[in-house]
C-alpha cells in the first residue's frame, strides 16, 4: 500500500516527542509511503495563512499520485484546505485535536473519503451535522516501551504533565498557570513538566519568579518517559479549550500504560473514558482549588485507582489497535474508490443491492409497488408507511428478556419499566397534568402513561388516520376519556404558550423534520416546570450503520445456529446486516430515522437533560430484525433454556463493546427541562 502522510504543523524540534509525529511514523512503518509537512512557512520571511498550505508542494503531490493509492491529512481541527481540492487520490482526513462546536465546511468533509476522529464527542457531533464518514479510531502507542511500577504515597505527591504550551496564552488554557499557583499553596505537590523547546526560558522565569525550583522540574530534552513515570504517581493534562489539545493526550496514555492513573479536565473527550473506566479524576475548573481537590481524592483512592489504570492502559491504547483501525479505514476507501461491493456511489445514495432489490421486484411482480414508491409525494408515502394497525411479526422488543434487560438499564429493575419510573419520579407532583404525544401510532403507550398518573387531558396527534382510529376506539373501551386523540401534522396545529406540563415523543422524533422546529414548539409549550419526555432511536441518520456495527452485527450472526436465523419474511436464512441506501430508505419510508443522529445535540441546544439513561440495542436492532420471532413460543415466550443463552450471548457481547466504548448506545430515554426563552 502505498499512502502519503500529510502533517499541517511545522517540522517539530523533538519529533520523537510529537504525539502525532509518532502515530504517523507508525503507520507509515506499517503500510509503507512517505511524509508530506505541508506548511511552508519554515523558511519564508512571511508568514502564510493555511489556505495557501500544500501549494508550493502541489507538482509534487501531482507526481507522486501516479503510484498514490491514498492520501490521508493529519490537522487539529476541521479546516478545509484548498490544496486538497486539487488532489486525485481518496482523502482521509483525520482530526487530531478535539472538536469544539465551530462553525465548520460541512459539504467540504462530506467529499473526503473519510475523517477519523479519536473520541465519541466528536464523533456525535460531527454526525449531528449530518456527516455519515465519520469513523473513530482511538490513538495508540508502542505500550512494550513502558513498565507497571509502583511508587509508595509519602510526604510527596508527584504528578508528570506532558501537555505544554505552544504560545504565552497557553500557559493559561492549557493549566500551567494553574498548577503553578496549585504548587505554591500546597507544598507537598511536585511537578515533573516535559517540555518541546518552545517557551522554555519564559517557563523557567515563571518558576524562579513563583519560588517553586525545589517543586518543579521542567525536562527541556528527549527523555525515557517510562523511566519518568517511575517517579511520579500520577499524570495530569488540562485545557480551557478542547481545540488546543489531543482528545486523549499522549502523556496521559503513557500514564495508564506504565499503571499510573491521570487527572484530566473536563472539556478534554478523554475525561468520559477516565469517568467510566475509574483509572483517575475530573479536573471541573481550572483553577488551584479544583485541581487540588482532585489531587486530594486522587491520593484517598488512589490504590484502586491504579488497579483500573493498570486494567485499561497496556490494552486499550495499544499501537497495533490504532493500526488495526486504520487499515479498517484505508480498506474502506479503497473499495469505494475502486467501486468494491461494499462501496458507496454518490455517498451511498444508492448501492449494488438495490439493483438485487429492482431484480427481485421483477421477478416477485412488485415492481408496480416500488414504482408508485418512485412518483408518490413524500407526506402520501409517509402516511403509506404508517397506515396499518395490525400488530407486526415479532421483532426485537417482542422478546420478554429484551424488555427486562431495557427496563435494567434504564431503571435498574428488570421489572420496573421507563413508563413506571417517569411516572414516579417525575411526573406524579404535576398531577393532574396537560400533555401532549407527538406521532402516537395506535396509542397503546398513551393508554400506559394514564393508568399511571391523573391527567386532566392527554392531546395525542399522528397522520395516520387508520391509528387514530384504532387508537380512539381502543381508550374508549378502556373508558379513558381524558386522552384526545387527532389526526394532524403537529407542525400545523396550535401550540399553547406554557401550558403543558409533559411533551412526550416516545419513538417518534426521528420521524420528524425539519427537527428543531419541533423542539422550539415543544419548548415554548412547556410549563418551566414541565418535563420533555423521550424514548428514542439516536442513532445513524437514515440507517447508515457504522462499519464496526454491521463487523459486529454480522459475527454474530455467523454463531447464532441457522434455525434461529430463519426470516420471517420469505424463510431465507439471514445471514448479513447491510448498510441500506438512502434512496432505499427514502422508498420504504421517507420520515424513517431523517434526523436521528441530531436529536441529542438538538434538544441540548433547548433543553436542560436532567437525566439520561442509554439502552443499547445499538447490536441487538438489526441483528433480530425478521429472526426474533425464532426465540419465542406460541405464547410469545423465550421458547427453552437454547433460546435463553443465545439470548443472553447477545446481551453480553453488547453489553461488554458498550462499556469498553467501542460501539455507542442507539437508544436512550432523555428526561429533559426547557431552557428558559
Given at each position: 500500500?502505498?499512502?502519503?502522510?500529510?502533517?499541517?504543523?511545522?517540522?517539530?524540534?523533538?519529533?520523537?516527542?510529537?504525539?502525532?509525529?509518532?502515530?504517523?511514523?507508525?503507520?507509515?512503518?506499517?503500510?509503507?509511503?512517505?511524509?508530506?509537512?505541508?506548511?511552508?512557512?519554515?523558511?519564508l520571511p512571511l508568514h502564510l495563512p493555511r489556505v495557501?498550505?500544500?501549494?508550493?508542494?502541489?507538482?509534487?503531490?501531482?507526481?507522486?499520485?501516479?503510484?498514490?493509492?491514498?492520501?490521508?491529512?493529519?490537522?487539529?481541527?476541521?479546516?478545509?484546505?484548498?490544496?486538497?481540492?486539487?488532489?486525485?487520490?481518496?482523502?482521509?482526513?483525520?482530526?487530531?485535536?478535539?472538536?469544539?462546536?465551530?462553525?465548520?465546511?460541512?459539504?467540504?468533509?462530506?467529499?473526503?473519503?473519510?475523517?477519523?476522529?479519536?473520541?465519541?464527542?466528536?464523533?456525535?457531533?460531527?454526525?449531528?451535522?449530518?456527516?455519515?464518514?465519520?469513523?473513530?479510531?482511538?490513538?495508540?502507542?508502542?505500550?512494550?516501551?513502558?513498565?507497571?511500577?509502583?511508587?509508595?504515597?509519602?510526604?510527596?505527591?508527584?504528578?508528570?504533565?506532558?501537555?505544554?504550551?505552544?504560545?504565552?496564552?497557553?500557559?493559561?488554557?492549557?493549566?500551567?498557570?494553574?498548577?503553578?499557583?496549585?504548587?505554591?499553596?500546597?507544598?507537598?505537590?511536585?511537578?515533573?513538566?516535559?517540555?518541546?523547546?518552545?517557551?522554555?526560558?519564559?517557563?523557567?522565569?515563571?518558576?524562579?519568579?513563583?519560588?517553586?525550583?525545589?517543586?518543579?522540574?521542567?525536562?527541556?530534552?528527549?527523555?525515557?518517559?517510562?523511566?519518568?513515570?517511575?517517579?511520579?504517581?500520577?499524570?495530569?493534562?488540562?485545557?480551557?479549550?478542547?481545540?488546543?489539545?489531543?482528545?486523549?493526550?499522549?502523556?496521559?496514555?503513557?500514564?495508564?500504560?506504565?499503571?499510573?492513573?491521570?487527572?484530566?479536565?473536563?472539556?478534554?473527550?478523554?475525561?468520559?473514558?477516565?469517568?467510566?473506566?475509574?483509572?483517575?479524576?475530573?479536573?471541573?475548573?481550572?483553577?488551584?482549588?479544583?485541581?487540588?481537590?482532585?489531587?486530594?481524592?486522587?491520593?484517598?483512592?488512589?490504590?484502586?485507582?491504579?488497579?483500573?489504570?493498570?486494567?485499561?492502559?497496556?490494552?486499550?491504547?495499544?499501537?497495533?489497535?490504532?493500526?488495526?483501525?486504520?487499515?479498517?479505514?484505508?480498506?474502506?476507501?479503497?473499495?469505494?474508490?475502486?467501486?468494491?461491493?461494499?462501496?458507496?456511489?454518490?455517498?451511498?445514495?444508492?448501492?449494488?443491492?438495490?439493483?438485487?432489490?429492482?431484480?427481485?421486484?421483477?421477478?416477485?411482480?412488485?415492481?408496480?409497488?416500488?414504482?408508485?414508491?418512485?412518483?408518490?409525494?413524500?407526506?402520501?408515502?409517509?402516511?403509506?408507511?404508517?397506515?396499518?394497525?395490525?400488530?407486526?411479526?415479532?421483532?426485537?422488543?417482542?422478546?420478554?428478556?429484551?424488555?427486562?434487560?431495557?427496563?435494567?438499564?434504564?431503571?435498574?429493575?428488570?421489572?420496573?419499566?421507563?413508563?413506571?419510573?417517569?411516572?414516579?419520579?417525575?411526573?406524579?407532583?404535576?398531577?393532574?397534568?396537560?400533555?401532549?404525544?407527538?406521532?402516537?401510532?395506535?396509542?397503546?403507550?398513551?393508554?400506559?402513561?394514564?393508568?399511571?398518573?391523573?391527567?386532566?387531558?392527554?392531546?395525542?396527534?399522528?397522520?395516520?388516520?387508520?391509528?387514530?382510529?384504532?387508537?380512539?376506539?381502543?381508550?374508549?373501551?378502556?373508558?379513558?376519556?381524558?386522552?384526545?386523540?387527532?389526526?394532524?401534522?403537529?407542525?400545523?396545529?396550535?401550540?399553547?404558550?406554557?401550558?403543558?406540563?409533559?411533551?412526550?415523543?416516545?419513538?417518534?422524533?426521528?420521524?420528524?423534520?425539519?427537527?428543531?422546529?419541533?423542539?422550539?414548539?415543544?419548548?415554548?409549550?412547556?410549563?418551566?416546570?414541565?418535563?420533555?419526555?423521550?424514548?428514542?432511536?439516536?442513532?445513524?441518520?437514515?440507517?447508515?450503520?457504522?462499519?464496526?456495527?454491521?463487523?459486529?452485527?454480522?459475527?454474530?450472526?455467523?454463531?447464532?445456529?441457522?434455525?434461529?436465523?430463519?426470516?420471517?419474511?420469505?424463510?431465507?436464512?439471514?445471514?448479513?446486516?447491510?448498510?441500506?441506501?438512502?434512496?432505499?430508505?427514502?422508498?420504504?419510508?421517507?420520515?424513517?430515522?431523517?434526523?436521528?443522529?441530531?436529536?441529542?445535540?438538538?434538544?441540548?441546544?433547548?433543553?436542560?437533560?436532567?437525566?439520561?439513561?442509554?439502552?443499547?440495542?445499538?447490536?441487538?436492532?438489526?441483528?433480530?430484525?425478521?429472526?426474533?420471532?425464532?426465540?419465542?413460543?406460541?405464547?410469545?415466550?423465550?421458547?427453552?433454556?437454547?433460546?435463553?443463552?443465545?439470548?443472553?450471548?447477545?446481551?453480553?457481547?453488547?453489553?461488554?463493546?458498550?462499556?469498553?466504548?467501542?460501539?455507542?448506545?442507539?437508544?436512550?430515554?432523555?428526561?429533559?427541562?426547557?431552557?428558559?426563552?
Open positions: 500500500m502505498h499512502i502519503l502522510y500529510h502533517l499541517t504543523v511545522l517540522p517539530p524540534k523533538m519529533p520523537e516527542c510529537d504525539a502525532v509525529v509518532q502515530e504517523v511514523e507508525a503507520l507509515q512503518h506499517h503500510f509503507g509511503g512517505e511524509i508530506c509537512y505541508l506548511n511552508p512557512n519554515q523558511r495557501f498550505f500544500g501549494i508550493h508542494k502541489l507538482e509534487q503531490m501531482r507526481c507522486q499520485e501516479t503510484s498514490l493509492q491514498l492520501h490521508h491529512v493529519f490537522n487539529p481541527d476541521p479546516f478545509p484546505f484548498p490544496i486538497l481540492r486539487a488532489l486525485r487520490r481518496p482523502i482521509v482526513y483525520s482530526l487530531t485535536g478535539g472538536v469544539d462546536k465551530r462553525k465548520m465546511n460541512v459539504p467540504f468533509f462530506a467529499s473526503l473519503a473519510a475523517v477519523t476522529v479519536a473520541d465519541e464527542r466528536s464523533l456525535k457531533y460531527l454526525g449531528s451535522l449530518g456527516l455519515d464518514n465519520v469513523i473513530l479510531v482511538h490513538p495508540g502507542i508502542n505500550t512494550n516501551r513502558f513498565t507497571c511500577s509502583h511508587l509508595s504515597l509519602g510526604s510527596e505527591i508527584r504528578l508528570m504533565v506532558g501537555s505544554a504550551p505552544g504560545s504565552q496564552a497557553q500557559f493559561r488554557t492549557k493549566g500551567v498557570d494553574a498548577l503553578l499557583s496549585a504548587a505554591q499553596r500546597f507544598h507537598r505537590l511536585r511537578l515533573v513538566f516535559l517540555w518541546r523547546g518552545v517557551l522554555a526560558d519564559e517557563m523557567e522565569r515563571r518558576v524562579s519568579r513563583m519560588n517553586l525550583d525545589d517543586q518543579v522540574k521542567i525536562l527541556n530534552r528527549k527523555v525515557d518517559v517510562n523511566k519518568v513515570l517511575t517517579g511520579v504517581h500520577a499524570s495530569v493534562a488540562l485545557a480551557t479549550n478542547p481545540a488546543i489539545i489531543r482528545p486523549y493526550p499522549h502523556s496521559l496514555i503513557e500514564s495508564l500504560a506504565a499503571g499510573k492513573p491521570v487527572i484530566v479536565s473536563r472539556c478534554i473527550p478523554m475525561a468520559d473514558y477516565v469517568e467510566r473506566t475509574g483509572c483517575g479524576k475530573i479536573v471541573e475548573n481550572i483553577d488551584p482549588t479544583s485541581i487540588l481537590a482532585a489531587v486530594e481524592s486522587l491520593v484517598d483512592e488512589y490504590d484502586s485507582l491504579q488497579k483500573a489504570a493498570r486494567g485499561v492502559g497496556q490494552k486499550e491504547f495499544a499501537q497495533q489497535k490504532m493500526i488495526a483501525s486504520y487499515q479498517r479505514v484505508y480498506k474502506r476507501v479503497l473499495e469505494q474508490a475502486t467501486g468494491g461491493i461494499e462501496g458507496k456511489m454518490f455517498n451511498n445514495l444508492i448501492n449494488w443491492q438495490d439493483f438485487c432489490f429492482l431484480a427481485n421486484s421483477l421477478r416477485t411482480g412488485s415492481i408496480r409497488r416500488v414504482l408508485k414508491r418512485l412518483i408518490q409525494r413524500k407526506e402520501s408515502a409517509v402516511k403509506s408507511s404508517w397506515k396499518r394497525v395490525e400488530l407486526p411479526p415479532p421483532y426485537l422488543w417482542s422478546i420478554p428478556s429484551v424488555q427486562r434487560r431495557v427496563n435494567r438499564l434504564i431503571t435498574g429493575d428488570s421489572d420496573n419499566d421507563y413508563i413506571t419510573y417517569v411516572s414516579q419520579t417525575y411526573l406524579s407532583p404535576l398531577q393532574p397534568l396537560h400533555g401532549i404525544s407527538l406521532g402516537c401510532g395506535t396509542g397503546h403507550k398513551e393508554l400506559s402513561w394514564v393508568n399511571h398518573c391523573r391527567y386532566a387531558r392527554l392531546d395525542a396527534y399522528d397522520v395516520s388516520a387508520p391509528r387514530i382510529e384504532y387508537a380512539h376506539a381502543q381508550a374508549r373501551t378502556a373508558g379513558h376519556e381524558e386522552i384526545h386523540y387527532h389526526v394532524g401534522d403537529v407542525y400545523q396545529i396550535d401550540w399553547p404558550k406554557s401550558h403543558y406540563d409533559v411533551v412526550f415523543g416516545d419513538q417518534s422524533l426521528h420521524h420528524f423534520t425539519p427537527l428543531e422546529t419541533l423542539l422550539l414548539q415543544a419548548r415554548r409549550a412547556l410549563k418551566p416546570t414541565g418535563y420533555l419526555v423521550v424514548s428514542e432511536f439516536i442513532g445513524p441518520t437514515r440507517f447508515q450503520w457504522t462499519d464496526r456495527q454491521l463487523e459486529v452485527i454480522n459475527g454474530v450472526l455467523t454463531i447464532l445456529p441457522h434455525r434461529y436465523r430463519q426470516s420471517w419474511k420469505d424463510g431465507r436464512i439471514k445471514s448479513q446486516v447491510y448498510r441500506p441506501s438512502r434512496l432505499r430508505m427514502m422508498l420504504n419510508d421517507p420520515s424513517e430515522a431523517v434526523e436521528s443522529a441530531r436529536i441529542v445535540p438538538l434538544i441540548e441546544r433547548h433543553f436542560e437533560i436532567v437525566e439520561r439513561r442509554d439502552y443499547g440495542c445499538t447490536i441487538l436492532h438489526m441483528l433480530f430484525d425478521e429472526i426474533a420471532g425464532n426465540f419465542l413460543d406460541d405464547e410469545g415466550q423465550e421458547k427453552d433454556g437454547e433460546a435463553r443463552r443465545l439470548l443472553n450471548l447477545c446481551f453480553q457481547i453488547e453489553d461488554t463493546l458498550l462499556e469498553l466504548g467501542d460501539i455507542q448506545s442507539d437508544f436512550a430515554l432523555l428526561i429533559c427541562k426547557p431552557l428558559t426563552l
